[in-house]
């Protein structure tokens, strides 16, 4: 991990930023990596990238909630995404993150949350994916995730860090499963102990990641904006025969837009992540942290007012 990325990450945590940004953030930036504070934002966005043919994931912002109402509410407010697309005909599916639906409370709760909102995808013909967070939490999603893939199948899919030592294991042994992974590098600040901390040692174990799961037979979600990677999928599926769908491409909503749009007019699948909700804050600078200059566009916006 890089030093600027380490320091935006931790000044982000000081309280007086914080406090700062969740004031004025949406308008000195964030709108462009969020859709908006409630679902008709959301549904709004996703209609128009759904009209330029990109299909959607949406996902409530929201993450480390600390007592078991703040999880029930949150169960609550993604329990009304899934019938909100499905009334709207929008082509959309839901990410969620576990530490929003009380994983750092209690495994067998957040578990009971999350089993009601993948039965209500199975009940819609829809499906949930269970985004990855930090390392101390990566044992705990995989085991709700075999879980909750025992009972409904493919409606539940799980997202894996390349930046972790761990995951081509993880994924050799996810593989009887033919599971629907979605192949991230990783957001978080993780240490030398679990993770690679090069940029091109995790690239190539993304590329790694990618041969493998394809090779095991499951669905792969190549979810990055990196062109390296994405030209090195299209040449794999190409030279194996992989069919078209066998895999799909991700990317986070206001970032490489140009790119979503090309890999459209190609013929390829292509989803965006399309966040929304009051808590933007985390997400917003995980992606001010993965690019500095974004930093100078929070500024021009800053200057603005
Ligand atoms: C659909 C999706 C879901 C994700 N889910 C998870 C998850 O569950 N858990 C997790 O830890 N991480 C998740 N991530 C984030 C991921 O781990 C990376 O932090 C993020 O995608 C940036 O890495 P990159 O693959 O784009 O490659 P990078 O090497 O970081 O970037 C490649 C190029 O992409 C562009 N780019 C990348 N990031 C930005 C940015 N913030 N602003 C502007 N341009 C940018 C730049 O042109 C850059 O040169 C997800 C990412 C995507 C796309």
Redesign the pocket.
Known sequence: MSLSRRIILSAADNVLIRSIAVRYGLRLGASR?VAGTTIEDALRVARELNSKGLVV?MDLLGESVSNRDEALAAREEILKILPAVEREGIDSGL?I?LTQLGLDIDGEFCLDNVDRIVRQAKELGNFVRI???DSPRVQATIDIFRELHDRYGDHVGL?V?S?LYRTMDDVIELGPRKANL?I?????SEPPEVAYQS?RDV?EE?CRIVEKHLELGGYA?V?????K?IDFTKRLVQERGIPHDQFEF???Y???RGLQEELVSEGYKV???LPFGSHWYPYFT???A??P??LFFVLRNLLRY
Do not use: P, W
Not at 223 to 227: G, I, L, P, Q
């Open positions: 990596f994931t990410s993150k985004d990855m967070e997202a860090q930046y979605r991230v590098k990783g957001a978080y940029k690239d993304f979600a979810a990055t904006h990196d062109r990677i991700q990317m986070l206001g970032i490489s989803r965006v992540y995980r992606r001010l993965e690019r200059a974004n």
